[in-house]
């Protein structure tokens, strides 16, 4: 094949649906025309805000909880006569431990359904929330935040496929940047209570925590009050054998095999996400303070004013890839973000700061916004909840040095700055290591978007549960039926129903 026609094939969107025996069907999807967003919201039943507004409020109760320790470094290093840093290994400790609950809880969703692994993960994490207030020693608090991480990982998962798999595919855009925004929506609800509550409780810092308990125990208990996904439950009884680990594990060994390329891709992309969030977030107040000389109660506001910026960009962004394309909605983001970077900066004064601050998180989280719909598109259909909870969550261990190698770098670094009294100090580079480092990362970012494939419009919701029986699996594993309204690698060739039809073996398919 010409390499143009290689290139516009790369860049063509297919659509994929899945027939009654478990196959898929890909052919070039149709442009989507702009649909104003009053009438997606519209489309929606009872039962799809139900199974939504449950999924993000457990990522939002996981966005809370998480941010609990960070912002309470201080007040914990004072409790454990520790050094802030030494407390700060209690978050690095909690993202490397996420893959592993994205793994335990995504099996178990793709396994045993969404409703009770999603109860007994947010029940966990509200015990260990308790068990952080309770910890009376800094070993003890290090061992509870690691299995925090653990319980931490499976959320986003089973979260995001319960959301999205009960949603109309035309819907699916939006409400991917809505969800994936209720993380930032934790981040500022804690906030709140810290500014609020915590300096009046007689519990101090505790009470972030046992509020946190408290919501999250409350989300969990709300998802038993439904019934499993309705595109699960027929999955599982079209399935011989649906649900059956032996048979599970089996057809999770061939997806690994047929997709090994598409997971590691996956797991760089998210990688190069956790990289661009992780720093221009983390380190950020710290900036403020130490780089530009501003009060914590500046800071603390410009983080704040960011983090709306962060949930209008990722609304926005998850809406627009719905018809303009996951990878150049991601694309045109990372390009926007990377121009904003000198507003965000160079100025040494608070306003201008705190509208690069805004762009910067409206650009950054507005391309997460595509991530939900993006990876549940990507997956095999059946394992939609161990397949982006997994990569997203190796992705993050991946990234989890980000926030110390900027602070080791700028610290290393010194500029020169004058006072306005005329004084001369010195005080940490965090300015251009933050713009380099954003500067490096959107590119990544950008043009490993560009490289991927994407399946926006896929009908995941079609696809049987994983653990289907033994004569599907052999089907599954001697080939897969590819369906494309186009000529096969331009030899004219036209197949049936109006293009070509074909079943390849699983090493034919992978070479293609």
Not at 10 to 25: C, K, V
Not at 408 to 419: D, G, Y
Not at 459 to 468: N, S, T, Y
Request: with cysteine; hydrophobic share 45%.
């Amino acid at each position: 094949m010409p390499i143009k026609e290689k290139i516009k094939s790369h860049f063509t969107t297919y659509e994929t649906s899945i027939d009654e025996n478990g196959l898929e069907h890909r052919r070039p999807a149709p442009r989507e025309k702009i649909i104003n967003p009053l009438t997606l919201v519209r489309k929606l039943t009872l039962m799809n805000w139900v199974y939504f507004l449950v999924g993000w409020m457990a990522w939002t109760m996981d966005g809370y909880d998480f941010h609990t320790v960070s912002l309470s470094v201080s007040k914990l290093a004072v409790y454990y006569d520790t050094p802030r840093a030494r407390i700060s290994q209690s978050i690095t400790l909690t993202l490397l431990f996420r893959s592993v609950g994205a793994a335990i809880f995504g099996i178990a969703g793709d396994l045993y359904g969404r409703k009770y692994p999603l109860f007994i993960n947010m029940l966990i994490i509200a015990v260990l929330q308790v068990g952080t207030a309770y910890a009376d020693a800094f070993e003890t608090f290090l061992a509870v935040r690691a299995l925090f991480g653990i319980a931490m990982g499976g959320v986003w998962g089973l979260a995001a496929s319960m959301s999205l798999e009960n949603l109309p595919v035309e819907c699916r855009g939006l409400f991917s940047g809505v969800l994936q925004q209720g993380y930032a929506l934790g981040y500022l609800i804690a906030s709140i209570f810290n500014l609020t509550i915590v300096p009046n409780s007689p519990h101090s810092f505790r009470a972030l925590f046992y509020i946190g308990a408290a919501l999250t125990a409350l989300v969990g208990c709300l998802r038993l009050l439904f019934p499993e996904s309705k595109q699960f439950l027929e999955a599982k009884a079209h399935g011989q054998q649906g649900g059956h680990a032996k048979a599970f594990m089996k057809e999770a060994r061939v997806q690994v095999r047929v997709h090994w390329r598409r997971c590691v891709y996956a797991v760089v992309l998210m990688a190069g996400f956790n990289f661009m969030s992780h720093s221009s977030q983390d380190m950020y107040p710290t900036y403020m303070q130490q780089g530009k000389g501003f009060s914590a109660q500046n800071a603390t506001l410009a983080t704040l004013l960011g983090k709306v910026g962060a949930i209008i960009g990722g609304t926005i962004g998850g809406y627009y890839s719905q018809f303009f394309g996951r990878r150049l909605t991601i694309m045109v983001l990372c390009l926007i973000g990377a121009c904003f970077i000198p507003l965000w900066v160079v100025p040494d004064s608070l306003g201008p700061l705190i509208i690069g601050n805004f762009m910067i998180d409206f650009c950054v989280q507005g391309a997460w916004g595509v991530i939900p719909v993006h990876l549940a598109e990507l997956s095999p259909p059946a394992f939609r909840a161990a397949f982006p909870g997994i990569t997203y969550q190796l992705g993050n261990m991946i990234s989890s040095p980000a926030a110390q190698i900027l602070s080791s770098v700028a610290e290393s670094l010194k500029r020169p700055t004058a006072l306005s009294n005329g004084t001369v100090i010195e005080r940490p580079d965090y300015a251009t290591t933050q713009a380099i480092m954003m500067a490096i990362i959107f590119v990544w970012v950008g043009v490993w978007a560009a490289i991927g494939k994407e399946e926006r419009g896929s009908r995941f919701e079609e696809a049987r549960a994983a653990g289907m029986g033994e004569v599907e699996m052999e089907e599954k594993e001697r080939g897969i039926v590819v369906e494309e309204d186009r000529e096969r690698d331009g030899s004219g060739e036209e197949g049936k129903k109006g293009g070509v039809e074909y079943v390849e073996d699983v090493e034919a398919q992978r070479r293609r």
